[in-house]
């Protein structure tokens, strides 16, 4: 079989020195991940402490009415609360029965932390523990920050699987862990590959439900679908289970030497995974193969925004031909991101956290063909006649695995192609 990237540059980026930078940076705050979480936990419900700025953010994000209570709402904090004019605690308690003796078919609440909460220092999780006990066995309480003091967007996802990880049941089962919220037909193309290369059994964190019967124990080996997830990593251990090293499942090469560093964990061989996989890697080939036409030696700039950007990086050079000028991450959690970074060429600036104007400074030097970045800098920066790529868009939508290669490639070239063509017509 044919590869359509280069051989692995030898410890590719791994001593690579990282440009280490803090100070004002433009990201999402850690509520935005209750978007995609409420999709994946199907009895959960999310009760956002917070402003009507919160408010106002899960609406506009998730597109839908908030006040129609589907799986998430914001308790708001009113002035009198945040003057401490209020028992805020007690105003939680009376809120949280009145949701559950609405709503019997909630079986998890996550009681989600933002910056005004903070602020007036509400001990969310002495309110989870007092809550959960009122309402045990039926309902569990749990809490976690998503505040934008605390957390980029991304790590809201972390703080909440955090959360859980202690509160799953024991077991001494053999059992894989699949990490991180992926979409449903994302999650069933997986399991299906791993079914026919030979690994089971196996669960997903999150659980679509609260009695799925997924548990935790000594012999529990985990993978995980999604770079920011850390504290999920450190809570994990904290149980027992081991974490097994492998690139991000994005693109062929990722997702392949993924399932390779899986299989061997069950003692299958790397020749069974190439067998099982022929096609769809085929498939992620050719369809990777027509974005990359317009990427292949372009130039790349990434801003520090959902922790995905190495693995990106890595796919975006060696599977499409771009040329990496910096790599911007949040975070750079080695031992998730080892893995990748060995596979990623040396000649990028690294840089973990962000100044945004010394990064911006950066940038209109460098002048790359392509910028991924925040909301926020996309539309100035395209005022200057950069070409950029919304980040966000890169956890919306399904991106991991095989089938969704192509489409994943197809995120960076139509923004190029929208700049040639305009070009062309302004010939
Ligand atoms: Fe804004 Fe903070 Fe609320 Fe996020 S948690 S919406 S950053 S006030």
Redesign the pocket.
């Known amino acids: 079989m044919t590869e359509s990237f280069p051989p692995p540059p030898a410890g590719g980026c791994s001593a690579t020195p990282v440009l280490k930078q803090r100070g004002q940076h433009e990201v999402?705050?850690?509520?935005t991940g209750i978007v995609w979480l409420h999709r994946k936990m199907q009895d959960a419900f999310f009760l956002v402490v917070?402003?009507r700025?919160?408010a106002?953010?899960l609406q506009s994000a998730a597109g839908v009415m908030i006040f129609a209570e589907p799986r998430f709402a914001t308790a708001i904090l009113e002035e009198t609360d945040l003057a401490g004019l209020k028992d805020a605690q007690e105003e939680l308690d009376r809120v949280v029965h009145d949701l559950l003796a609405r709503r019997p078919d909630i079986r998890q609440l996550f009681l989600v932390g933002?910056?005004?909460s903070e602020v007036i220092k509400l001990d969310l999780a002495k309110s989870a523990e007092r809550l959960s006990a009122a309402h045990a066995p039926h309902v569990r309480v749990l809490s976690y920050s998503?505040?934008?003091?605390e957390t980029t967007f991304t790590e809201g996802e972390d703080a909440c699987l955090a959360a859980m990880v202690p509160e799953l049941p024991a077991t001494t089962e053999r059992e894989l862990v699949l990490v991180g919220a992926l979409p449903d037909v994302v999650e069933a193309q997986a399991l299906d590959l791993l079914e026919r290369i030979g690994v089971g059994p196996v669960r997903v964190l999150p659980a679509p439900r609260a009695d799925s019967g997924l548990g935790i124990g000594p012999n529990t080996v985990f993978a995980l679908t999604q770079p920011f997830l850390g504290d999920t990593l450190g809570a994990l251990e904290r149980r027992g289970a081991r974490h097994i090293p492998a690139p991000i499942p994005v693109g062929e090469e990722g997702t392949t030497l993924w399932l390779k560093a899986v299989a061997a964990e069950f003692g299958i061989g790397p020749d069974v995974v190439d067998r099982v996989t022929e096609a769809p890697r085929a498939r992620a080939r050719r369809a990777v193969r027509q974005a990359a036409e317009v990427l292949s030696g372009r130039s790349l700039f990434l801003f520090p925004d959902s922790q995905l950007e190495i693995p990106l990086a890595r796919f975006l050079t060696r599977e499409c031909g771009m040329h990496a000028v910096e790599v911007g991450t949040p975070f750079l959690h080695r031992q998730i991101l080892g893995p990748d970074l060995e596979l990623l060429a040396p000649g990028p600036t690294l840089s973990e956290g962000q100044d945004v104007d010394l990064q911006l400074a950066r940038l209109r030097e460098a002048r790359p063909d392509l910028t991924v970045c925040g909301l926020g800098l996309a539309n100035p920066l395209e005022a200057e006649g950069l070409t950029t790529k919304w980040a966000i868009e890169l956890v919306f939508t399904p991106v991991h695995f095989y089938e969704q290669a192509g489409d994943l490639a197809g995120l960076f070239s139509r923004p190029l192609r929208r700049r040639d063509a305009l070009k062309v017509g302004a010939a």
């Open positions: 999402f705050c850690g509520l917070g402003s700025t919160c106002h953010l933002s910056c005004p998503g505040s934008g003091i």
